[in-house]
């Protein structure tokens, strides 16, 4: 698989175009978390709301620590 078709999952969301792609900039960090509604052979996890909102807590609780390598953070959006 191509790195060109894993971001085209992103068309489209947050100003991200296959233009950015081809200019090879994007002003910002995209983090892609696969929560999946069924079973895959990838992964058998399942997301329900109540779990992705668990996850978007214990995220909150844990910034601090695990985006300290983001030295210029901004803003996080989660969606």
Known sequence: MDV???LAAFEGMFGFTTETIE??????TLFRFPLRE???ELS???Y???KVMDLFKAFKAEAPVELLFLKCLER????
């Open 4 to 6: 060109t078709d894993c």
């Open 23 to 28: 200019k090879g900039n994007f002003q910002g």
């Open 38 to 40: 069924e079973k895959t």
């Open 44 to 46: 058998e996890n399942i």
């Open 48 to 50: 329900d709301e109540i």
């Open 76 to 79: 996080i959006d989660l969606y």
